[in-house]
C-alpha cells in the first residue's frame, strides 16, 4: 500500500488559510481610511481590544489628528487625553510622536517615501523607535506601507500551539517562528501575491481566534478542527 506522506507544517498553514477564507471570506484590512490611520490604529491596538482602539481614532477624528500635521500640532498631553481610551497612553502617546518626528525629519513627512526604503531595512528602523515591537513593525510595514512581510499576534501563536506546528511550541518569544512559517507556508505562491496572502492570513487568524481560539480553544465547529487529527486530537 502506497505510503501517504504527512503534510509539512509549513503546507498544513497553508491549507489553514484556504479553510478559513472559505469559512469567513474576504476579511477586508486593516480597517481605517488611510495609511496614517493605519500607523494610528497599530500603535493603539498594542494590548488592547479594537473597541477601545476605535475609541481612541474617533477622538483623534474629531480633533482633527488624523493627519501627520494634526497629530504633530497637539500637546504631549491632549495626545495622551485623546487616546486614554486605548489604554496605555502615557507611553503610546510619546512613541506616536516619535513615529511622527522620525518620518518629518528623516522622509520629509512623507509615508510614501517611507514605503519605497527597503523591507529588511525599514523594519529595523521601525524596530529601532520606542514602543515599537516586531508585530506593531510588521503591521506598519504590511497594512500601512504594503510591504510583502506576515504578520503574527497572540491567535496565531496559540493556533500553531495547539496544532503542534512548531518544536519548540511557540512561547512569548517565539515570534520570528511564527512569521518565518507563514512565510513558508506561502513560499510557493507568486511573490506579488505574498503581501495580499499576508494581508488576509493575519486578518483570518483573528478571525477564527475570536471565534473559536480564545484562551480556552471551542474546537466544535471551527473550521481549522479536521487538521487537530493530524497531531491525533480529537475535534
Ligand atoms: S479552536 Fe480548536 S480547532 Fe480551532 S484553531 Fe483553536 S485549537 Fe484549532
Known sequence: MKKVRKPSPAERLRRMHDRLAAAYGPQHWWPAQTPFEVVLGAYLTQNTAWKAVERSLANLREAGALTLDGLWSLPLVDLQELIRPSGFHSRKAPALLAFVS??????????????????????????????????????????????????????????????????????????????????????SDPPASHARFFNEFHALAVAVGKAHCGRTARCEGCPLASDLRLVGKSE
Open 102 to 187: 522620525m518620518l518629518d525629519e528623516e522622509f520629509g513627512g512623507s509615508l510614501e517615501t517611507l514605503a519605497a526604503a527597503p523591507t529588511a531595512a525599514l523594519r529595523q528602523r521601525l524596530l529601532a523607535l520606542p514602543g515599537v515591537g516586531p508585530e506593531t513593525a510588521d503591521a506598519i510595514l504590511l497594512y500601512a506601507l504594503h510591504h510583502p512581510v506576515p504578520v503574527a499576534d497572540e491567535y496565531l501563536r496559540r493556533i500553531a500551539g495547539r496544532h503542534q506546528l512548531l518544536t519548540p511550541q511557540p512561547g512569548r518569544k517565539g515570534y520570528e517562528a511564527l512569521v518565518e512559517l507563514t512565510r513558508q507556508a506561502f513560499a
